[in-house]
């Protein structure tokens, strides 16, 4: 078994969509009506975004990750979030190579590799 997508209930969902494009390469449109919008990355990868108008916070320990192929394959992407100004919530050099950020609304995006 294979993690097929994530689902998050966002503020504006064509934000986080312009967001999770750039940055994470969900570009393209595989499903789209009034109370979802399914992105996916050429890889198949799927993120679905629920509009909310005050989604909850997410917990302290919520996110998800992304597996990249090395850890310079994390550094470099850690290099391009901070060249674009996003919030580093966390980084870790030790084990496996990983950095945190978050999203539009709070969400943890992690991306790591051994």
């Known amino acids: 078994m294979g993690l097929d997508h994530v689902g998050l209930h ?20 595989v499903h789209e009506d009034p109370g979802m ?42 290099e391009r979030f901070r060249a674009a100004g996003m919030d580093e919530h966390e980084w870790q050099e030790s084990g496996p190579t990983r950095v945190q950020v978050l999203d539009p609304d709070g969400y943890r995006v992690e991306l790591y590799a051994f």
Do not use: K, M
């Open 10 to 29: 966002v503020r504006d969902r064509e934000r986080s969509a312009a967001f999770y494009g750039e940055h994470f390469g969900l570009t393209e449109r």
């Open 37 to 78: 919008l399914i992105l996916s990355d050429a890889e198949g990868s799927l993120l679905a975004l629920f509009e909310r108008p005050r989604p909850e916070p997410p917990g302290d320990h919520f996110h998800f990750g992304v597996r990249l192929g090395s850890p310079d394959d994390v550094r470099a992407a850690r």
